[in-house]
């Protein structure tokens, strides 16, 4: 059965020549390790340079198939429906509404997985203005220094299946489907004090409370009390004022373990006005 999504609104996927480059390096990968190897075994100077030589050969074919593997792998395309989401990388392909999808989650930069940055063509150009258009104003929830983001979609399943998403499709999945959580669940000024989300295990927002659970102790800062929040590096803080009057950071967590920042600076923004 076919999964209704909607419409497409942005195409992203990884550039060719980014494939490319790590193919052309496959290939000079086995083609130099393989030449070094044969000259130390043909033309020894003495025994240590045959063994070289059968680790070069080693070398470039362990390197040469590594690289290709790679080149395979990132292959990857984003596609960004009204209300799902398709990511095909190499032969796989992920299929959600985002009724299906538990939460996405912002990764930092040097998370080690590998996500290559890839426009979208015009299919992409275009899609910014309709996003625009959707998303409204919950689509601007918050100034970030960087809106190019890794995103993590993770799956409502037993596994939480978690699939990574290409930089440069984050920023706009993220707001397609804030808006889409906004209008479905559906959050307003009015019903927030008597919502309750979680944003991942260790945050939530009942009954107009953060509960955030923590190893040293779980704290509980009303929503009415939050003066700011930021995004600093990889952390998400929480201020408001302390005892003293002074502001003062109330909950610090780290991103990576809170699932839909976005529709979170929303809510925060919405119960401001």
Known sequence: MELCIGNVFAVRRTKRSTIWLFRLGAIAAFAGLLAAGLFFILNPVDPEDTIMGYIALGASVIISIVLWIISNKIQTEVAIHEEGVIV??????????????????????????????????????????????????????????NVTRYINIVADTEDNLEVGVIKSAGDILSRVYTDWLIRNKPITNENIPSLTLSFGKELELSQGMFLYSRRRGDVELPLAEVTELEIREDSLMFFGLNEKGKTKCLIDINITKVYNIDLLFAVYNMAKE
């Open 88 to 145: 095909k990388k190499g032969k796989k392909e992920h299929r959600f509404h985002f009724s299906q999808i538990k939460g996405l989650i912002d990764s930092p930069n040097d998370s080690g997985t590998i996500f290559i940055h890839g426009g979208g063509g015009i299919v992409g150009a275009i899609a910014a203005g309709v996003v625009a258009g959707v998303a409204g104003a919950a689509a601007d929830i918050h100034a970030r220094n």
